[in-house]
């Protein structure tokens, strides 16, 4: 799990505290509105959207918004006809990356990914051959000072989490996605105040960056393909060193 909290940190942060709130919300509306069409409209019976859910209530995203999202997927709103795209390729340092994307025009998110891959460095591989390296998993983050390791521990492992770490000032809590609500749930009847909650990609192995100006870069592609109006999410392995993170913070 190493290096993991401080890249997701990166990103949540990153995302709480500029303005794109807008368009997060809108991809959180596309993503819910998929996930209703296939499963339903009912949390209680789609975890997958239920999930959904808690990730766009941590963004503090209306509750009218998320409403009229579910809506537009099961049908009782008119809603835009989405298609799921998963791309799959290498940075450069040979960091594994994977670009999950809803867009109505196949075409124009292709041509834009693309154009971020190329203008990076990157290139794309075959479909499955980076996918394999990674685990789909319920990933929750804690402050260390927020409750006590053990009984943090308790909580979670009887809930049905699979492993707990200390990864800096916070911990990592992992499960498999069929229980990741119910962890959420317990730790918030147990009033245990959660950093960050999602279910996402983790990689196998890290690929550790120690040069600053590679893992700028690296984070420089990363972030233009987030900026993507058809880009969801993207997954890398990039563990960037503590010394590189350090310098990249003091240019």
Do not use: C
């Not at 693309?114 to 980076?130: D, E, I, L, P, Y």
Request: aromatic share 6%.
């Amino acid at each position: 799990m190493s290096g993991h909290s401080k890249w997701a940190n990166i990103k949540h942060k990153k995302a709480a505290a500029d303005n794109k709130r807008g368009r997060i919300f809108s991809k959180l509306a596309k993503e819910i509105m998929v996930v209703a069409r296939h499963g339903g409209g009912d949390p209680a019976a789609n975890i997958a959207l239920r999930t959904l859910i808690q990730k766009a209530r941590g963004f503090n995203m209306p509750a009218d918004n998320i409403d009229r999202a579910i809506k537009k997927g099961t049908g009782e709103l008119e809603g835009a006809a989405l298609e799921e795209m998963i791309y799959e390729g290498y940075a450069s340092g040979g960091v594994a990356v994977i670009v999950e994307a809803l867009s109505d025009n196949r075409n124009r998110t292709a041509a834009d990914v693309r154009h971020a891959f190329t203008k990076h460095n990157a290139s794309f591989s075959g479909q499955g051959s980076v996918a394999r390296s990674f685990q789909r998993k319920g990933l929750i983050l804690v402050k260390a000072d927020a409750v006590e390791e053990e009984k943090l521990m308790e909580l979670v492992l009887e809930a049905g989490a699979e492993d707990m770490n200390r990864e800096g000032d916070e911990y990592e809590i992992v499960a498999e996605p069929s229980v990741f609500m119910d962890v959420v749930d317990v730790l918030n009847a147990a009033e245990v105040p959660i950093e960050n909650s999602e279910v996402t990609l983790l990689p196998d192995t890290y690929m550790e960056i120690t040069d600053a100006g590679q893992a700028a870069a690296l984070m420089r592609f990363v972030e233009a393909l987030e900026d993507l109006d058809d880009v969801q999410n993207v997954y890398t392995n990039l563990d960037i060193s503590d010394a590189a993170m350090a310098a990249i913070g003091e240019g």
